[in-house]
């Protein structure tokens, strides 16, 4: 599984909106509003690289509201229950 972290700036009176259409669109998990330079984050998973471009330029870009995009690819997953596993293996 391919997991992309989307950072994305939306109109301001908008980001409800641009929250629900985007937590709508096959591929993404979880949308957030956050604050910061940003106000939502999206979670996007994919089984192949080649569906990012269908998700996040293809759908995500281009919901009414939103004004950019950041995206970051995952390389590693770590979670406290990883970490616990790996301790209780003598790590």
Do not use: C
């Not at 080649?50 to 690819?73: K, M, Q, Y």
């Not at 590693?76 to 790590?91: M, N």
Request: charged residues 20%; negative net charge; without cysteine.
């Amino acid at each position: 599984m391919i997991t992309a972290i989307v950072m994305i700036k939306a109109e301001v009176h908008r980001i409800p909106e641009v929250a629900e259409a985007i937590a709508g669109i096959d591929g993404v998990s979880e949308v957030y509003s956050v604050t910061g330079g940003v106000d939502l984050v999206a979670m996007v998973r994919v089984r192949r690289h080649e569906e990012l471009a269908e998700v996040i330029p293809g759908r995500v870009n281009r919901v009414p509201g939103v004004i950019s995009s950041d995206t970051h690819i995952s390389f590693q997953a770590y979670s406290r229950h990883d970490l616990e596993s790996a301790f209780a293996l003598g790590w």
